[in-house]
């Protein structure tokens, strides 16, 4: 079954750190440009973050510049997202998936991020 595995949520208080991890489910990783992409409740699922094939190229949302980083490892099938700073704002559910569509791969369950002030 085709399924998106994403972990690595959890509680943190304001100004602490997570590494979210997912795991697409393709054999052909290294071809395919990937994002992370957030829901909180009451609001649209909104792209965090964005990075390319070649990895030297990752797009931010204005609100997490200089706080996330994006980052794929093409041997491990695995893409990353390293947050610091964390704030109350961020606290949504996580996901990743392809970026743009380019593959029709079903959302996962997500990772839960909570940020207490």
């Known amino acids: 079954q085709v399924q998106l595995v994403e972990s690595g949520g959890g509680l943190v208080q304001a100004g602490g750190s997570l590494r979210l991890s997912c795991v697409p489910p393709?054999?052909?990783?290294?071809?395919?440009?990937m994002a992370w992409y957030r829901q909180s409740t009451g609001t649209w699922r909104e792209t965090v973050a964005s990075i390319h094939t070649g990895a030297s190229t990752a797009t931010y949302a204005d609100s997490v510049k200089g706080r996330f980083t994006i980052s794929r490892d093409n041997a491990k099938k695995t893409v990353y997202l390293q947050m610091d700073s964390l704030k109350p704002e961020d606290t949504a559910v996580y996901y990743c998936n392809s970026l743009g569509g380019v593959r029709s791969w079903p959302w996962g369950q997500g990772t839960q991020v909570t940020v207490s002030p």
């Open positions: 393709t054999n052909i990783f290294a071809d395919i440009p």
